[in-house]
């Protein structure tokens, strides 16, 4: 029943892919290109993401925030896009950065991209769960939305909850709630580790490869330095700490995730206890969720 009624929500989300134009923000408002400018342009709320042989292209937010929920809507690399990855992340800078990561790991024509999460606390990551998405990312715009607030962090793939990080700082656990992250976007060549694990290279003859991002909607809290936040253009500032959408999965979030993670997670690093000589990450044996 709960997977049949994710199958609905699927099919209605993709039939309707977001032609609204109900956005509220634009690109060219919130965004500039920091990498690759020589070879594509933001024109009003679209950012086409280009990839050849000179370069990729990168890009950023004006602005730097701390909580709130971050979607985008992105377009992927159609056809042979193996080698290639598009980036969709939060991160601060320094060598204790926190970081919030969604990449998409390309593929060859017909196999199926790759959904990749991190996250980094105080300069330390190595906390990757991937998954395939169950639709073909470079169809259509889909909507990717980070989720963070003081209690976890929530990665969203067209409203389906996907992954949750909780703030285990109780359990000595740092969690990323000091330090204002910019919202990035990329698009680059990453063929010695993206598809197949590096086997399968990228075809320049396909270039240049092109990932289209638009519909970049912060609604978060401005960072202006530490312990100053300001402007939290928040849905509403009552609700926001204890809305579903922010604190707490409500029971049918969460049965979603549990068909979704069933079906299509694909590595989990709590379950990688080779890699971590059995020692395993504190918090892979507390709640997830
Ligand atoms: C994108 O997903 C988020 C999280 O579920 C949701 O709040 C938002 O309304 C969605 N945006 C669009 C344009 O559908
Ligand atoms: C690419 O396709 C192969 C074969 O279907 C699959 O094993 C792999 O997980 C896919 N994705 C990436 C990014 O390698």
């Given at each position: 029943m709960a997977s049949f009624k994710?199958?609905?929500?699927a099919i209605f989300l993709s039939a309707f892919a977001y032609h609204s134009s109900r956005v509220d923000g634009s690109i060219a408002k919130s965004m500039y290109i920091d990498w690759g400018n020589q070879h594509t342009v933001?024109?009003?709320?679209?950012?086409p993401l280009v990839?050849?042989?000179s370069s990729g292209t990168g890009a950023q937010s004006k602005k730097t925030f701390l909580f709130g929920s971050f979607e985008m809507l992105i377009k992927f690399v159609p056809g042979n896009s193996a080698g290639t990855v598009t980036a969709y992340y939060l991160s601060s800078t320094?060598?204790?950065?926190?970081?919030?990561d969604f990449e998409f790991l390309g593929n060859s024509t017909g196999e199926p991209y790759i959904i990749h999460t991190n996250v980094y606390t105080q300069g330390v990551g190595n906390r990757e769960q991937r998954f395939y998405p169950w639709f073909d990312p470079s169809a259509d715009y889909h909507n990717y939305t980070v989720s963070w607030n003081p209690n976890a962090i929530v990665w969203y793939v067209d409203?389906?909850?996907?992954r949750v990080f909780r703030n285990y700082e109780s359990n000595g656990i740092p969690y990323p709630n000091q330090q204002g992250m910019r919202v990035y976007?990329?698009?680059?060549?990453?063929?010695?580790?993206?598809?197949r694990?590096?086997?399968?290279?990228?075809?320049?003859?396909?270039?240049?490869f092109i990932a289209r991002i638009r519909g970049f909607r912060p609604r978060a809290c401005i960072w202006n330095g530490p312990n100053s936040i300001s402007q939290c253009a928040l849905p509403s500032s009552s609700s926001w700490w204890n809305s579903p959408e922010f604190s707490q999965l409500s029971p049918?979030?969460?049965g979603q995730m549990n068909w979704f993670r069933k079906n299509y997670m694909i590595y989990d690093y709590c379950q990688d206890t080779k890699r971590f000589n059995g020692v395993m990450p504190p918090e892979c044996s507390l709640p997830q969720f």
């Open positions: 994710v199958v609905c929500v933001i024109q009003g709320d679209d950012l990839l050849d042989q320094g060598d204790k950065h926190d970081e919030i409203g389906i909850p996907i976007t990329s698009l680059w060549n990453a063929d010695d580790w993206a598809t694990g590096g086997l399968v290279k990228i075809d320049w003859n396909s270039s240049p049918a979030k969460f």
